[in-house]
């Protein structure tokens, strides 16, 4: 059975803070992770993933994959209040390009 | 600049009610999913649909329905509502192919509470 794992489950920094998010996983018929930003609504695409140690960067965040150690990182600098959100991290396996979920990572930035 | 859309917004069902959740994409993907968020749980896929004419079940299918009405539209019923059913139901889209590695497209999502 697929298994995505997000760690930590819930964090609070101020504003300014760098923080690192964490996915580990194990899945059968690999084809990309992706991260996702869940607001209110509709969870957002942030980044897709297919290759190890090719960062992908975009303003202040970026994610790495290592597919060796079955990770991936979500990386955010100098936060800011609108970063708040819950992160998903999800894997995209099989032909049929289903994706299975983690629980997400609840970020919270304070002034 | 539509993308995914969702109706209703909210619903409250009684108990053995049944109902149906309305997705339409407008942005011509061939491939078309449905599924639910519970507090601590994550996204669990509910049913999918690969292409126009074909659905297959997700990981918690049990208690649902789906039907591919055409490439646009992809529904969600259920028969007989149960407590264990309230969550929020997200349907989201994406293209399908040889080759092809996009990601998902999700609409608002439907709250949905059963009494």
């Known amino acids: 059975e697929d298994k995505v794992v997000q760690s930590p489950l819930?964090?609070?920094?101020?504003?300014?803070?760098?923080?690192?998010?964490?996915?580990?996983?194990?899945?059968?018929?690999?084809?990309?992770?992706?991260?996702?930003?869940?607001?209110k609504k509709a969870p957002t695409f942030l980044f897709m993933l297919t290759s190890s140690g090719i960062e992908k960067k975009s303003g202040r965040l970026s994610s790495i994959l290592d597919k060796k150690e079955l990770f991936s990182i979500l990386n955010i600098t100098a936060t800011q209040t609108g970063d708040s959100a819950v992160y998903l991290c999800a894997l995209r396996t099989g032909t049929a390009s289903k994706l299975t979920f983690g629980t997400g990572t609840r970020l919270q930035v304070t002034l | 600049n539509a993308g995914v859309t969702?109706?209703?917004?909210?619903?409250?069902?009684?108990?053995?009610?049944?109902?149906?959740?309305?997705c339409a994409?407008?942005?011509?993907?061939?491939?078309?999913?449905?599924?639910?968020?519970?507090?601590?749980?994550?996204?669990?896929?509910?049913?999918?649909?690969?292409?126009?004419?074909?659905?297959?079940k997700g990981e918690v299918p049990n208690g649902?329905?789906?039907?591919?009405?055409?490439?646009?539209?992809?529904s969600l019923r259920l028969e007989s509502a149960a407590p264990s059913q309230t969550s929020v139901y997200f349907c989201?889209?994406?293209?399908?192919?040889?080759?092809?590695?996009?990601?998902?497209?999700?609409?608002?999502?439907t709250r949905l509470s059963i009494l």
């Open chain 1, 10 to 39: 819930s964090l609070v920094v101020h504003e300014g803070d760098t923080v690192t998010l964490n996915c580990s996983y194990e899945v059968t018929n690999f084809r990309s992770l992706l991260w996702y930003k869940q607001e």
């Open chain 2, 6 to 22: 969702q109706t209703p917004k909210f619903q409250v069902l009684k108990t053995g009610q049944s109902m149906t959740l309305q």
């Open chain 2, 25 to 56: 994409q407008d942005m011509n993907h061939n491939s078309m999913y449905w599924y639910r968020q519970d507090p601590g749980m994550g996204l669990r896929l509910i049913y999918y649909s690969a292409s126009e004419g074909t659905t297959d």
């Open chain 2, 64 to 74: 649902y329905n789906v039907s591919r009405l055409n490439k646009r539209e992809f």
């Open chain 2, 92 to 109: 989201a889209s994406s293209p399908q192919g040889a080759g092809i590695n996009q990601p998902q497209h999700f609409g608002d999502g």
